[in-house]
């Protein structure tokens, strides 16, 4: 689950491997392309972790946010 803490959200997701967390990545990369809202995230082999707030508000969370987050979590449930 995202959890709101510093002003941004915050959720780390784990896959069976780092090509699972890899392929994980580049679909989420599309979709924050597209809304032009590109994420901080880190990858360690199977864990791949995002803080997101939005840096035009002040690097605080906004829906912006709020709705990459929802798409992140459809991405992720279509994978598992």
């Known amino acids: 689950m995202w959890k709101e ?11 069976k491997d780092f090509n699972a967390a890899f392929a994980f ?3 989420v990369a599309a979709v924050a392309d ?6 901080w995230w880190s990858n ?3 864990k791949v972790e995002f803080e997101l707030s939005t840096h ?5 969370v ?3 946010d709020k709705h990459l987050a929802e798409l992140i979590d ?3 449930a279509d994978m598992v």
């Open 5 to 15: 803490e510093d002003d941004k959200l915050k959720r780390t997701f784990v896959f």
């Open 25 to 27: 990545m580049t679909k």
């Open 34 to 39: 597209r809304l032009d809202h590109h994420p």
């Open 44 to 46: 360690a082999y199977n």
């Open 56 to 60: 035009d508000a002040g690097d605080k």
């Open 62 to 64: 906004t829906e912006k």
């Open 74 to 76: 459809a991405i992720y």
